[in-house]
DNA sequence: CATATGATGTGACCAGTGGCAACATCAATA
DNA sequence: TATTGATGTTGCCACTGGTCACATCATATG
């Protein structure tokens, strides 16, 4: 076979191992649940003795973590990528919220994963903390422009980002447990972020929708 | 030792084994992650064989979803506990949602594992479906009886109630994983429930909280 | 009262898991 | 060229959930 070439005849050393075995839990992780991925069930998927994932991860759970940090990107750039391009918040909003269920379904185990039991542990590392509050940035901001021109009521934007990402949260879980239909657009969620706009929006919305009687 | 009684000399047969296994799995959830909890542990704690538990329980899921079933039950209670003695639904909503969260911050192993990746599973065992049911009814009677009063507005009772559920679940979650103090009262969850409040009542609003400035 | 029978608990054992330690392999530098 | 540190491997351990044959007992039946 080639000898100076580098494929081929299945180097010693992986080259990324530490990726491709993220890459694998991830993949893992659409079949099965996150408490049946094993950490010996990924390394034999990536062609390598389970210890090797040892030089890379301290532990199981930091692979897991890992995986819960790319989730959290993936999530921010969807959430980015749903209000790019619209200036009014009613509109950002209803956006983001699909974005955010679209997500939370099309990577099911993931996202069980990142807002599972280990959460509190997983934010004591540096990359996932930051990541989750990359994601939760991308509200927050979309909230404090929108106080600024007056769309949103102005109280604090914390407290209005964190109640709409529950919201958000809460939603999401409630299609994974299947207690809801698998469309995103059902009444569920429209009308669970209706709600809460209506309870959020400032006075002088600037184009609101249509004049129907609102004003509390 | 006495021979016509009882107890003390541990007999060869436990007498309510199943109830053991269950409470005993309630503490050890105390101080354990759900996923930490073994079945030879609350065996053991029991002090019984590991495998007693298999004349009872099919297999360890099904004592974990027993374990739920009762979780069920008691934020059955609670909610049902809150809501007593008062006629506005605004009360009773506050109420109903401080008590969720206390719930779920006392028992929050517990309400983890209810709400858990098996959360699915789960559902399918007649048990577990209806407890659930029966604690998500409390809160839709509310809201059924205070659309009555036109208190809240006349949208279907269920995705209303679906969603005020989706927030406190959220919520709560938030609260466990330690992203918000303890104190149940804290300002996220009053305001979150307020906006939420805004967003749901109805027009004619009997009484719309006395002028008061209220804490804000 | 004696005995048979089914319900309940036990011990031995299995495969699978996460993790550790000593060793093997290799790439890069001195 | 030799050494060294990073990376991957093999062998092992304790532990877990689960099955099986067997032990113990409560109770119904003669």
Redesign the pocket.
């Known amino acids: 076979m080639s000898a100076s070439k580098k494929l081929e005849r299945k180097?010693?050393?992986?080259?990324d191992?530490r990726r491709a075995l993220i890459e694998a839990a991830i993949e893992q992780l659409h079949t099965s649940a996150p408490t049946e991925?094993?950490?010996?069930?990924v390394?034999e998927s990536v062609g390598?003795?389970?210890?090797?994932a040892?030089?890379?991860f301290r532990?199981?759970?930091e692979l897991m973590a890992a995986v819960s940090e790319t989730g959290f990107l993936q999530l921010r750039d969807r959430l980015a990528e749903a209000k790019r391009g619209h200036n009014l918040f009613r509109r950002q909003f209803e956006r983001m919220s699909r974005a955010y269920i679209a997500f939370a379904l099309e990577q099911r185990t993931t996202y069980r994963l990142m807002f599972g039991p280990r959460f509190i542990e997983q934010l004591t590392r540096a990359g996932v903390a930051e990541s989750a509050h990359a994601a939760f940035a991308e509200l927050l901001t979309a909230v404090m422009k929108a106080q600024g021109g007056g769309e949103v009521r102005g109280e604090s934007p914390f407290l209005i980002s964190q109640t709409a990402w529950a919201l958000l949260h809460g939603l999401a879980l409630f299609y994974l447990d299947g207690e809801l239909g698998p469309e995103v657009d059902s009444a569920i969620a429209t009308s669970a972020c209706k709600f809460l706009w209506e309870g959020i929006q400032g006075q002088r919305s600037t184009v609101d929708s249509a004049p129907s009687a609102k004003k509390r």
Chains 1, 2 share one sequence.
């Open positions: 180097p010693y050393h992986h080259g191992l991925v094993s950490l010996r069930g390394a390598v003795s389970h210890t090797a040892y030089r890379h532990d199981k759970s």
